[in-house]
């Protein structure tokens, strides 16, 4: 299992409009944590201005498919998205675990 970041730019409305898809994206985002596929997830910034959601599964087609099917993503709430491999090496939780 390996670990991707699913990083969400937002639009500029995001904020504005969150509510009216929150409970939708929030329940998508709970089945997969229940799947053992997210493991955090949450905006960033103070406003928000992006978003990073943690997943472990075997490839990058999980997260990618969790973007395609976001209520933020369809609504345009998000504006952009990437999902990049995270080498994780240090803690509990790594994927390749590396000491000195």
Not at 26 to 33: E, I, S, V
Not at 43 to 50: E, F, K, L, R, T
Request: aromatic share 10%; hydrophobic share 45%; proline share 5%.
């Amino acid at each position: 299992m390996n670990h991707y970041l699913l990083i969400y730019h937002t639009a500029a409305d995001y904020l504005q409009r969150r509510a009216e898809f929150r409970s939708a994206h929030l329940a998508l985002a709970w089945q997969a944590a229940e799947r053992g596929e997210l493991l955090l997830g949450g905006a960033v910034g103070d406003p928000a201005d992006s978003a990073l959601l943690l997943f472990r599964c075997d490839n990058a087609d999980i997260p990618a498919a969790f973007a395609k099917a976001d209520p933020y993503v369809v609504n345009g709430l998000v504006k952009s998205w990437q999902v990049k491999p995270w080498h994780t090496v240090v803690g509990e939780g790594a994927a390749n675990p590396v000491t000195t």
